[in-house]
């Protein structure tokens, strides 16, 4: 069973969630309270509840994505809301449209939140200063990923009970991986020690100045770890060619059933997906029985119910500030 946060008299205050970097750890711990009492509404015979009905959500992805695309459209009409797809393709972007004209022009129709998905850093900021919606990133370059940061820690509250003196390694592509960088703040807050691991070459710029260890060998991790998260190899992001082959890649970072031998028994694997099957992680281990990995989708829908309701009712406050003074 997870340990709750004392998390009992603070109050939400955001109605934007643009990164888990500018958020407190008891900020961390109050959605993660949120979505484990939300959890029960899936497990119902008709998954819904009323908090968000008459709302009106809109995807807004300029990147490809299932996942999560579905995993936020889920969370929003197990609450109630209406949500309107907005994906690069079929919008008027392709004919030139700028983000905040795209923005605005939804908003016309009256939208409450946007879950933006963009291929540059800081786009979710730069519209939330020029919209009253609430937004929220849902994955933004190379900077964060928040909500793909809250369910895996989620996830591994579910599972030990507590982040904190976890060891944790974080494998792979970290350079050009959001996920990676929300992971690292949200484990980090909660009091976990992160490592990662990956050849220089897919280490970020100042990596040294991150709250991280840094390991360039998973051989020299895999004993001492109680979490692992293999990453992708981002190969649409990758500019030249940051390891000589992928056979040599799967060799050295690979996470296969020989490696999994020397590791604790109770380690728990973790991966956001898409998962390159054969390449930074063995079908069998993905798999396995330390394979959390459908559980992640799974709390995924969870947490981003408790984003969703919460920079709601963040709103609805400022709202009622606003009409009192
Ligand atoms: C991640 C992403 O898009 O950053 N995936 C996801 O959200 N499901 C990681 C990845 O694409 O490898």
Redesign the pocket.
């Known amino acids: 069973m997870a340990e709750k946060g004392k998390t009992r008299e603070f109050k939400w205050q955001r109605k934007h969630l643009l990164g888990l970097r500018e958020l407190t750890a008891q900020e961390i711990t109050y959605i993660l309270d949120t979505a484990q009492g939300f959890e029960e509404i899936s497990t119902r015979a008709v998954k819904k509840a009323p908090p968000l009905r008459g709302k009106l959500v809109v995807n807004l992805f300029f990147?490809d994505?299932t996942?999560?695309r579905n995993s936020f459209a889920l969370a929003a009409n197990r609450l109630s809301a209406d949500v309107v797809e907005f994906t690069k393709k079929d919008s008027s972007v392709s004919k030139g449209e700028t983000l905040l004209d795209t923005a605005r022009n939804l908003e016309a129709m009256g939208i409450d939140i946007v879950v933006i998905r963009h291929n540059a850093g800081g786009a979710p900021t730069l519209l939330s200063k020029y919209i009253n919606a609430c937004v929220v990133n849902a994955?933004d370059g190379f900077c964060e990923?928040p909500t793909?940061g809250l369910l895996d820690v989620f996830t591994i509250r579910k599972r030990k009970g507590s982040l904190k003196g976890l060891k944790i390694a974080i494998v792979g592509d970290i350079s050009h991986?959001?996920?990676a960088r929300s992971d690292m703040w949200a484990m980090t807050k909660l009091g976990a020690e992160v490592t990662f691991v990956g050849p220089p070459t897919l280490m970020p710029p100042k990596v040294e100045q991150l709250p991280v260890k840094i390991s360039y060998s998973l051989d020299d991790v895999i004993e001492k770890v109680d979490v692992i998260n293999m990453?992708?190899i981002?190969f649409e992001r990758l500019g030249g060619n940051p390891f000589p082959s992928v056979r040599e890649y799967s060799h050295y970072f690979g996470l296969t059933v020989e490696r999994m031998k020397r590791a604790k028994p109770d380690i728990i694997v973790m991966h956001?997906?898409?998962i390159n099957r054969g390449l930074e992680i063995e079908s069998e281990v993905a798999d396995g029985k330390n394979s959390v990995i459908l559980q992640q989708v799974t709390n995924g829908v969870t947490v981003r119910m408790a984003t969703l309701f919460l920079v709601n009712q963040a709103a609805a406050q400022h709202g009622e500030v606003i009409e009192e003074t």
């Open positions: 990147e994505s996942r999560t994955g990923h793909q991986s959001r996920v990453l992708r981002q956001p997906g898409p």
